[in-house]
């Protein structure tokens, strides 16, 4: 599976961004979806998640609230619409594809190449 994330930037603090993530597969509805992020000096976290069909979605308690993951099946695409962004949301937004345990399992198999978000205070 082949990820191209985009859709980041540089926003003020308490804006919004939508990060998109089109996928390279015939079969994307066979595939979990996840973004994970990663700031400077630190470790790669989970986001948020999304099942195949698009009607269940798990989010970081970081983000709950703020955060929405939705899934185009017919576009091979996912989004995440980011609201009320904080300086701490700064990071690289990495999309990620998994088969269905991922959901529960957090772990994925196929990665985006990252996109930057940067949120300004």
């Known amino acids: 599976v082949q990820l191209q994330a985009s859709g980041g930037g540089l926003v003020q603090a308490g804006g919004s961004l939508r990060l998109s993530c089109a996928a390279s597969?015939?079969?994307?509805?066979?595939?979990?979806m996840g973004w994970f992020r990663q700031a400077p000096g630190k470790e790669r976290e989970f986001v948020a998640a999304i099942s195949r069909s698009g009607g269940s979605t798990t989010y970081a308690d970081s983000v709950k609230g703020r955060f929405t993951i939705s899934r185009d099946n017919a576009k091979s695409t996912v989004y995440l619409q980011m609201n009320s962004l904080k300086p701490e949301d700064t990071a690289v937004y990495y999309c990620?594809?998994?088969?269905?345990?991922?959901?529960?399992?957090?772990?994925?198999?196929?990665w985006g190449q990252g996109t930057q978000v940067t949120v300004s205070s």
């Open positions: 990620a594809a998994g088969p269905p345990e991922s959901y529960y399992k957090l772990t994925f198999g196929s």
């Open positions: 597969v015939r079969t994307f509805s066979s595939y979990v």
